[in-house]
């Protein structure tokens, strides 16, 4: 899924892609992981031993002065009833190479600070409705253990707030007196028992930096062999993060992670200007976890061979018909059909569309599915779900929860955002830093009481394409990504992006691969038109935008078959592709079957 999305004004889309702004766009498109230095969750590299604000100078200095600040500021006209600092320290490691070569090496040490302050009440504080920005205010930190320097930033940042907040809340107030009465009146901040969690980071796992320079070299020079291939990267970003949290309430929580990433993109045009992507990606908490080299490889000429056949392949017409989505396809269908619908806030607010809102209880997906968010999941399979987190970014512990069983609604994804008759959180706050935390997706997991082996779905998509009279229908292979639109003001519409599409015809001809539609449609009739699943989960890795920003996320679905699938062309440029055979490829011309240079052997 690239992206995917709510309410949120903009999103994140891919590269050489324009940016849909003025809707809700959570694009999930693995590539972008690296895109997310602090609101990555990683992996839990070892076994966390305890610390203390005695060992750790920074912790030590967070929590003295947020307690200065608290006694301080208490004393003003306007005391804050909630003040919180999180501190994501990163060192991280970024090779990518092209053709051979290296385009960046490079390493860096970040420190970043949110401080989070709410003054009013619980019931109705400064970060009401649209006012909700102004609960943070963020900066850069010093690096080091320098706690007077740490403290002096902190100091600013927190008073930086405090004359943003204030205001607001006055705002609030003003807005809240004059316009009509809501009809959710929860209040804007839950209560909850203050946790400590401190782990000490462990030691650092040895990465071999300059054997992964050869490595990436080679893995990129493979490209070099496909004209067609007119643009490709091979990146691995190697990442140690540690996120310190402290809070008024009492909360202390300090959680260390590390993360292997890499990510292998390329691109092509067909004639007719149509850029066609594709992407692979493997993650690990350390590099000796990602595939070897060969198979590395591999994928790189599959990426290549399927670009090659995409440039050849005829454009796909409107349809509307049977079809199947690959569990990948249907991990990230639903991650943008189902999953933002059911987070949160989006219940309670009146710019939302509100689909599900009061469907509690009532049969909202057929009876044979079933779907939990649990961020505790950090493997599924033997691949890491990038969406996995032991606390969230308001200090809750996370949590599976159950939000709809055998096809009916229970619950949604809470931060402390409360909504009519959902109270408390359930560890799904999450946010990029900068932004405040709204109820997020993590590792959304869908399961099926109803599946046929994976090797019978093509011939059920046949039946149903024989039974509905029409000539095929389609096979969703793969997918790169997907929006959706929450907001009443827009249709309550989605779109989700494929890469890798066939049509399967009902006369027994072979497979036909074809490009340029989008999946399209509404929600509440689409997820209707589940008509059985495969029985092997698939998992689809990816970055999600939205209100609170970008985080990682994660979606797990068998393959499904539809009764009825909509898609419809997709906009392309039309930019020829390049005039000039690529060097090397002169008397054979680029885009024609030329003879295979020898790989790069740096």
């Given at each position: 899924?690239?992206?995917?999305g709510?309410?949120?004004?903009?999103?994140?889309?891919?590269?050489?892609?324009?940016?849909?702004?003025?809707?809700?766009?959570?694009?999930?498109?693995?590539?972008?992981?690296?895109?997310?230095?602090?609101?990555?969750a990683?992996?839990?590299?070892?076994?966390?031993?305890?610390?203390?604000?005695?060992?750790?100078?920074?912790?030590?200095?967070?929590?003295?002065?947020?307690?200065?600040?608290?006694?301080?500021?208490?004393?003003?006209?306007?005391?804050?009833?909630?003040?919180?600092?999180?501190?994501?320290?990163?060192?991280?490691?970024?090779?990518?190479?092209?053709?051979?070569?290296?385009?960046?090496?490079?390493?860096?040490?970040?420190?970043?600070?949110?401080?989070?302050?709410?003054?009013?009440?619980?019931?109705?504080?400064?970060?009401?409705?649209?006012?909700?920005?102004s609960?943070?205010?963020?900066?850069?930190?010093?690096?080091?253990?320098?706690?007077?320097?740490?403290?002096?930033?902190?100091?600013?940042?927190?008073d930086?707030?405090?004359?943003?907040?204030?205001?607001?809340?006055?705002?609030?107030?003003?807005?809240?007196?004059?316009?009509?009465?809501?009809e959710?009146?929860?209040?804007?901040?839950?209560?909850?028992?203050?946790?400590?969690?401190l782990?000490?980071?462990?030691?650092?796992t040895?990465?071999?930096?300059?054997?992964?320079?050869?490595?990436?070299?080679?893995?990129?020079?493979?490209?070099?062999?496909?004209p067609?291939?007119?643009?490709?990267?091979?990146?691995?970003?190697?990442?140690?993060?540690?996120?310190?949290?402290?809070?008024?309430?009492?909360?202390a929580?300090?959680?260390?992670?590390?993360?292997v990433?890499?990510?292998?993109?390329?691109?092509?045009?067909?004639?007719?200007?149509?850029?066609?992507?594709?992407?692979?990606?493997?993650?690990?908490?350390?590099?000796?976890?990602?595939?070897?080299?060969?198979?590395?490889?591999?994928?790189?000429?599959?990426?290549?061979?399927?670009?090659?056949?995409?440039r050849?392949?005829?454009?796909?017409?409107?349809?509307?018909?049977?079809?199947?989505?690959?569990?990948?396809?249907a991990?990230?269908?639903?991650?943008?059909?189902?999953?933002?619908?059911?987070?949160?806030?989006r219940?309670?607010?009146e710019?939302?569309?509100?689909?599900?809102?009061?469907?509690?209880?009532?049969?909202?997906?057929?009876?044979?599915?079933?779907?939990?968010?649990?961020?505790?999941?950090?493997?599924?399979?033997?691949?890491?779900?990038?969406?996995?987190?032991?606390?969230?970014?308001?200090?809750?512990?996370?949590?599976?929860?159950?939000?709809?069983?055998?096809?009916?609604?229970?619950?949604?994804?809470m931060?402390?955002?409360?909504?009519?008759?959902?109270?408390?959180?359930?560890?799904?706050?999450?946010?990029?830093?900068?932004?405040?935390?709204?109820?997020?997706?993590?590792?959304?997991?869908?399961?099926?009481t109803?599946?046929?082996?994976?090797?019978?779905?093509?011939?059920?998509?046949?039946?149903?394409?024989?039974?509905?009279?029409?000539?095929?229908?389609?096979?969703?292979?793969?997918?790169?990504?997907?929006?959706?639109?929450?907001?009443?003001?827009?249709?309550?519409?989605?779109?989700?992006?494929?890469?890798?599409?066939?049509?399967?015809?009902?006369?027994?001809?072979?497979?036909?691969?074809?490009?340029?539609?989008?999946?399209?449609?509404?929600?509440?009739?689409?997820?209707?038109?589940?008509?059985?699943?495969?029985?092997?989960?698939?998992?689809?890795?990816?970055?999600?935008?939205?209100?609170?920003?970008?985080?990682?996320?994660?979606?797990?679905?068998?393959?499904?078959?539809?009764?009825?699938?909509?898609?419809?062309?997709?906009?392309?440029?039309?930019?020829?592709?390049?005039?000039?055979p690529?060097?090397?490829?002169?008397?054979?011309?680029?885009?024609?079957?030329?003879?295979?240079k020898?790989?790069?052997?740096?």
């Amino acid at each position: 899924m690239k992206n995917s999305g709510s309410s949120a004004k903009g999103g994140f889309v891919p590269s050489r892609r324009k940016e849909l702004l003025g809707t809700a766009a959570c694009w999930m498109l693995a590539a972008q992981l690296v895109g997310l230095p602090f609101a990555t969750a990683g992996d839990k590299a070892a076994t966390p031993t305890a610390a203390t604000a005695e060992s750790d100078p920074v912790l030590k200095a967070m929590q003295n002065e947020i307690a200065r600040a608290t006694t301080e500021l208490g004393k003003t006209e306007q005391p804050p009833y909630y003040l919180s600092y999180t501190v994501y320290d990163q060192d991280f490691v970024v090779l990518v190479g092209a053709y051979g070569s290296l385009l960046t090496n490079s390493a860096a040490q970040r420190r970043f600070a949110d401080v989070n302050m709410r003054v009013g009440g619980p019931e109705l504080d400064n970060t009401h409705g649209q006012s909700r920005p102004s609960g943070v205010t963020s900066g850069s930190l010093p690096l080091g253990n320098d706690g007077d320097a740490i403290a002096r930033v902190l100091w600013e940042l927190t008073d930086r707030e405090y004359k943003r907040a204030v205001p607001s809340l006055l705002n609030v107030r003003t807005n809240t007196a004059v316009r009509a009465e809501e009809e959710d009146k929860s209040p804007d901040f839950s209560k909850e028992k203050p946790q400590t969690h401190l782990e000490e980071a462990p030691a650092a796992t040895a990465f071999d930096r300059a054997a992964w320079e050869g490595e990436i070299k080679r893995l990129s020079g493979a490209f070099r062999k496909y004209p067609e291939v007119y643009y490709s990267t091979v990146m691995i970003q190697v990442q140690r993060s540690n996120s310190r949290m402290v809070s008024s309430e009492g909360s202390a929580i300090v959680s260390p992670s590390s993360s292997v990433r890499m990510i292998m993109e390329a691109q092509t045009r067909a004639e007719d200007g149509m850029d066609l992507l594709r992407v692979e990606t493997f993650q690990s908490p350390a590099a000796s976890g990602l595939p070897s080299e060969a198979e590395l490889t591999g994928k790189i000429e599959k990426m290549a061979t399927d670009l090659i056949a995409l440039r050849k392949a005829p454009v796909a017409e409107p349809y509307d018909g049977p079809a199947v989505l690959s569990g990948r396809a249907a991990a990230v269908f639903f991650h943008e059909v189902l999953g933002h619908r059911l987070e949160g806030h989006r219940q309670r607010d009146e710019e939302e569309g509100q689909t599900f809102t009061k469907k509690v209880g009532q049969e909202v997906l057929p009876k044979f599915l079933s779907v939990i968010d649990d961020p505790t999941t950090h493997e599924l399979a033997g691949m890491k779900l990038a969406g996995a987190y032991d606390f969230d970014n308001e200090g809750e512990p996370a949590r599976r929860v159950e939000v709809i069983k055998d096809g009916v609604l229970e619950n949604f994804l809470m931060s402390r955002m409360p909504i009519k008759n959902f109270g408390q959180s359930n560890g799904h706050g999450r946010n990029q830093p900068g932004r405040m935390p709204t109820g997020r997706q993590g590792n959304l997991i869908v399961t099926s009481t109803k599946t046929v082996p994976e090797a019978e779905m093509r011939q059920k998509l046949i039946d149903e394409v024989k039974k509905q009279g029409k000539p095929y229908g389609l096979y969703f292979d793969d997918i790169q990504g997907g929006f959706t639109l929450t907001t009443r003001a827009l249709p309550q519409a989605f779109q989700v992006l494929p890469v890798i599409v066939y049509k399967v015809y009902a006369d027994g001809r072979p497979d036909e691969l074809v490009r340029g539609v989008d999946i399209v449609g509404t929600p509440l009739a689409a997820l209707t038109r589940i008509l059985t699943t495969g029985d092997q989960p698939k998992i689809f890795n990816g970055v999600c935008g939205a209100e609170s920003g970008q985080v990682p996320v994660a979606a797990v679905a068998p393959s499904m078959l539809f009764s009825e699938m909509e898609v419809q062309k997709r906009a392309h440029e039309h930019e020829r592709p390049p005039l000039l055979p690529p060097p090397g490829f002169e008397n054979a011309g680029a885009g024609k079957d030329a003879p295979a240079k020898a790989e790069v052997q740096p």
